[in-house]
Structures are given as C-alpha cells and as structure tokens.
C-alpha cells in the first residue's frame, strides 16, 4: 500500500519517506547497543585483561535498560522547548560518547568504564522512542503516518542484526568504536532535515511551520488547507485545555485500557526476547549447536529484519487480536522446543543432544523470532495508542512503557542466574508458560481495536452510548499526535497537547513504536 501511494504521488510521499528514515536512525542505534552484549560479552570475556566477574558481566548487558528508564523521562524536555529536531540530535551524543567511553577500556582496562558506556547508550535508547517517534508521526501525512512509523521497528531489527555482523569478525572493542562513528553520521544527516511543523506552529513561528510543512509535501503541493486545519485545532485545543486530576485516572475508561495495555506489556517481555537478543550467541554456545554460533546469530537476526519490515502490512489486513494470539501460540511452540532440547541435554548429555538434536536451537530461535515479529514485537504499542483516551495518552503511555523497560531490565539482568539456578530447559519452560498464559489474558480481555473509532474505543470500555458523546470529542482524539507530561503538583497533571487535525478521509489510526 505504501508503494501504491508513493506511485500515486511521489513528489509528496518521497519528501515524508526520507524524513521518516532520517528520524528512524535512532532505532538503528538503539538496535546496535542491544545487539552488541550477543557478540560483545563472549568477546569480552574470551579477551578479559582486567578484574571483573560474573556479576559484572550480568549488570553490563542490563544497564541500557537501567539508563533507559530516565532517559525515556528526560528527553519530553528538550522535545517542549527546543523542538524535535534538535531533541533527535542530541541524543545521539548519547550513543556517540556512550560507545565510545565502552570501546576506551581497552585502554582505561577499567570496569567502571564499561559501566558508564552502557549507562549512557541506555540514556540513548529511552530518548529514542519518543525523539524518533513523535517526530516521524508529526513529519508525516495522516494517511501514510502508520506505514511511515513502522520504518522505525525495521531499523531496530537492522540494527541489531548489524551488530550480529559486525560482531562476528571483530572484537568487543571495536564494535564499539564503529558504533561510535555511524551516530556521528546520522546526526549530520539530521541537521539537513526540517523541524516538524507543528512544534513552529504551536510555538508562534507560523512562517517557518508553513516552510517546514512545504518541505515535506512537495514544492508543488498546495499546504493551505492543512496548515489552516493545523491552526485550528492548535488554537481549539490551546482554549479549551484544562488539568487532569489523579480521581479521573481511576475512572472505568481509563483504569481498563490501561490494566490491559500493562499486562500485555508484561507478557511482551515475558517471552524472554531481550534475553534472547543479549544472550542469542551465549544460548548457541550452552546448546553446543552443530552451527558456529556467530554464523548462527547472523541467520537470526537476518529472519528477524525480514519478518518485522513484514509485520507492519499484517496489522492492517489482520485484527490486532488474531496477530496477538497466532504470534503467542507459535512463540511458545518455539520456546518449548528449545525447553525440550535442553531437557534432553541434560538427560542424555551434551554430545549425544548435540548429535541428535543439534539443530533445534538453531530452527527454534528461527520460528521465535519469526512469530514474535509478527505480533508480539509492535501490536501491544499500536494497541497502546488506539485503548488510551487522547487526553490521557502521552501520561499512561509514558507510564505503561517505563513498567516494559523495567520488566525489560529484570529479565535481563536475571535470565543468566535462572539457567543458573533453574536450568536451561526450566528457563525456557517458564518463558513457554507465560507466554500461553498471554493467550488467555488477550483471548478473554483484550477487544478488537482494528476499524474502531477512538470514540468507540470510549464507549467500549465504558459502557456510554455513543450518542451521549459530542462529536466533536471524536474529531479532537483523532487528532491528538503527542502531548507532553509537564508539571505534577497539588494532585493534578498539566498537559500540553501538539496535534494535526487530518482530513476526514485520510485518518490513519496505527501507530507503531517499539521499545
């Protein structure tokens, strides 16, 4: 579909498409810093020339996660007051000075070094999310904004299957300092492009928004009655803006939206994927896979890229709940089979498994990655943007994807203790559990969002006939693109909100992030 629009009008869609890979590059950063610890940790530790133990090595690969929490908080200040653009490149300093202290310990031959690498790299990876999304979604048109913000799940998954490349023929070090030159680039690249219009809109620079907006769509285009809708709605939703008390996040609308966007979150993770990610050479070698395990992870990831630029066609042809339950269902299939490899591992021995059953670790982290990225990896942040009620979004998003970071950064920092302690096969058993018990929880709670109005959404969850709602409310929702969480006093929450009224027939209600 998207090829169809960029053939139908090129000259306004290719301007987008440009800013939306433009604006992606920070989920190939983010990709990287995830991919190094599966390469990096082994060579690490095979070229180890300074004290650390095993400990150490279970914090380094979980502090992303750990940074990740605060940046994922810090970064909606500069995105208020210094604009989008300027937030996106700033945070590439992150990932620059992040993987560049990381590959300095080879000569600093320090851990607190490594520490404060992937302590900033994490920085980087929260601020990427909403830097990189917001922008993407207020730089393009409504009817192409859901096919434009999958581009950045697809630079994830680039991102970490270059690190899988790059990783399997140098060392630690230098992974880091060619991560620490690629930032560098996109961040020039990112100073040609134009701030969003919306952000000089809503911050009285009109002239400059109309350019900005004439940039994106085309020389040719005409912007009168988009940049006429955009003032307003800016300036309806500027009068009529008031303060959310902590009594209206306890309401039925919110509290069940919310409820069932955490635990989705929860299941997300509990399938074991950023284990998988961190630890996929470290989980070949325990296998003792008849495939070199660098050569392995390449395959991996490289099924991984695939399946997630694919995935982004699949949300608007299947319903978000077939895609859940279908992806949950062959996710735990997977996960059992490598449950059972290890079983038999431990019952027959490492060398006879081996001979037998060497390649099912490889076949298994094949069909994983291929049915998490079908579902699993970007419907639970779709689902998110369609259940939360406009005025609530940003908050409860902001919420709802610091609980993923923090379930993120438990099962990172654990997984290795719990083949520890656990066992292989009871690890991954405990991950297949989880993973059907999600089947349930979306079978019997989760509704169907796909072809729903964000009013219906309401409605749905509570109980309120559509007719008692004005209509207005529905054309403000789907306008809503992003809103800033800015000051927490006294028991009430002040929101700002930066939006885009679309044309009616150009609503395109996907929105897709991935943390």
Not at 63 to 72: Q, V
Not at 172 to 199: G, H, K, Q, R, S
Not at 238 to 253: K, N, Y
Not at 384 to 390: A, Q
Request: aromatic residues 12%.
């Amino acid at each position: 579909m998207v090829k169809q629009r960029l053939m139908k009008n090129p000259q306004k869609v290719l301007p987008q498409l440009m800013a939306a890979v433009v604006g992606s590059w920070g989920y190939f950063c983010m990709g990287t810093v995830r991919g190094w610890g599966s390469p990096g940790l082994p060579s690490l530790n095979r070229t180890l020339d300074f004290e650390m133990d095993a400990d150490d090595f279970k914090w380094i690969s979980a502090m992303p996660m750990c940074g990740s929490f605060f940046g994922a908080l810090a970064i909606s200040i500069p995105m208020q007051y210094c604009g989008r653009k300027k937030a996106l490149m700033g945070h590439y300093l992150l990932y620059i000075f992040g993987s560049l202290i990381l590959g300095l310990t080879c000569i600093g031959k320090h851990k607190a070094m490594l520490y404060a690498g992937r302590l900033l790299q994490g920085f980087g990876v929260g601020c990427t999310t909403p830097a990189c999304q917001i922008y993407v979604s207020e730089c393009s048109s409504p009817n192409v904004r859901g096919r434009l913000g999958s581009i950045t799940a697809s630079s994830l998954a680039l991102g970490i299957w270059v690190a899988y490349i790059i990783g399997a023929f140098v060392e630690w070090d230098n992974l880091a300092f060619i991560f620490t030159v690629l930032p560098v680039l996109f961040l020039f690249w990112t100073c040609l492009m134009p701030e969003t219009p919306i952000w000089l809109l809503t911050h009285g620079m009109e002239d400059e928004g109309r350019h900005a907006l004439q940039q994106l769509r085309g020389k040719n285009t005409n912007v009168d009655a988009e940049m006429r809708r955009m003032k307003e709605h800016h300036e309806k939703t500027a009068s009529s803006h008031g303060s959310i008390r902590l009594g209206d996040l306890m309401r039925g609308p919110v509290m069940k939206p919310f409820g069932i966007s955490l635990g989705i979150m929860f299941f997300q993770q509990a399938t074991g994927i950023n284990a998988m990610i961190f630890y996929t050479v470290s989980i070949f070698q325990v296998a003792g896979s008849s495939i070199e395990s660098r050569y392995a992870t390449i395959i991996v990831g490289g099924v991984q890229l695939v399946f997630t630029i694919a995935s982004g066609f699949f949300v608007d042809r299947y319903g978000r709940r077939i895609l859940l339950l279908g992806s949950a269902a062959i996710t735990s299939i997977s996960l059992t089979s490598m449950g059972t490899f290890f079983y038999f591992q431990r019952i027959w021995g490492a060398d006879t498994a081996t001979e037998l059953l060497g390649w099912l670790p490889l076949v298994s982290l094949i069909v994983f990655f291929v049915a998490y990225s079908g579902g699993m990896s970007n419907v639970p942040f779709i689902i998110m943007g369609e259940m939360f009620p406009s005025q609530y979004r940003t908050m409860l998003g902001t919420i709802t994807s610091s609980f993923n970071l923090i379930v993120t950064l438990v099962i990172v920092r654990f997984f290795p203790d719990m083949l520890i302690h656990l066992g292989n096969d009871v690890t991954f058993f405990i991950f297949a559990g989880c993973t059907l018990s999600s089947i349930a929880f979306v079978y019997f709670l989760l509704p169907e969002t796909k072809g729903r109005t964000l009013e219906e959404m309401e409605e749905l969850f509570s109980n309120v006939k559509k007719d008692d709602k004005p209509a207005e409310d529905e054309q403000a929702a789907l306008a809503t693109v992003s809103t800033q969480l800015t000051t927490i006093s006294d028991n009430q929450y002040g929101i700002v909100d930066h939006s885009i009224v679309p044309p009616a027939n150009e609503v395109d209600g996907d929105r897709v992030a991935v943390f």
